[in-house]
């Protein structure tokens, strides 16, 4: 298998060279995957990255490792190790979609919200994460997707919260990050 190429064109050139017009039903030459939203034209990239390709059966462990260490972090945390576990800037899918770089995050960790939301929980030193049902299926050699069910737990507090969670990772040459993450959660006793 050839290494994958790393393309850096813009959107256009990309469907000029592949031999097919949008409108058509059926590409005349082989379909290859560019990205999403083509049919509608996509914005410039947020983050160019330099894809390398990955072994496997040893980045199953990885990615367990990776979204168990993003589900981890305590605020403080996330807004100085972010990067070790994002692209930056990832994207957020909530009720929006939206770019999240490191300004975005220093207002999070500054605002009324998080605040809120952590004077409604046990103190967070005491919280344990586990990651269930992780599930990853890869895409290509550079690219994966994975979903899961997190579950935290605080010591001295009979409420769990949970909350199911996906991801798209990308792997470059630093390893593995998380590329668009999305999560809801519930709270149960």
């Known amino acids: 298998m050839s290494e994958p190429k790393v393309r850096r064109?813009?959107?256009?050139?990309?469907f000029a060279e592949a031999g097919f017009d949008l409108e058509e039903k059926t590409p005349?030459?082989?379909s290859r995957s560019i990205g999403?939203?083509?049919?509608?034209?996509?914005?410039?990239?947020?983050?160019?990255t330099d894809l390398k390709p990955f072994d496997p059966p040893a980045s199953d462990s990885t990615l367990r490792e990776l979204v168990?260490?993003?589900?981890?972090?305590?605020?403080?945390?996330?807004a100085q190790r972010h990067a070790e576990f994002a692209l930056e800037p990832y994207i957020a899918v909530g009720e929006w979609v939206v770019p999240i770089d490191r300004n975005r995050i220093n207002a999070w960790v500054d605002?009324?919200?998080?605040?809120?939301?952590?004077a409604e929980r046990?103190?967070?030193?005491?919280?344990?994460?586990?990651?269930?049902?992780?599930?990853?299926?890869?895409?290509?050699?550079?690219?994966?997707v994975a979903?899961?069910?997190?579950?935290?737990?605080?010591?001295?507090?009979?409420?769990?919260?949970?909350?199911?969670?996906a991801v798209i990772l990308v792997h470059l040459a630093k390893g593995w990050r998380i590329a668009a993450y999305t999560k809801t959660g519930s709270v149960g006793t």
């Open 36 to 48: 999403f939203l083509a049919i509608q034209g996509a914005p410039s990239p947020i983050v160019e």
């Open 111 to 118: 605002g009324e919200y998080l605040a809120r939301a952590l």
């Open 147 to 165: 979903t899961y069910h997190v579950v935290e737990r605080y010591e001295g507090s009979p409420q769990t919260y949970s909350g199911n969670a």
């Open 28 to 30: 005349t030459a082989p």
């Open 122 to 144: 046990p103190r967070l030193e005491t919280r344990r994460i586990k990651v269930q049902q992780l599930r990853i299926v890869y895409i290509g050699n550079d690219k994966a």
């Open 68 to 78: 168990t260490g993003w589900e981890s972090l305590t605020p403080t945390e996330f």
């Open 9 to 14: 064109e813009e959107l256009h050139d990309v």
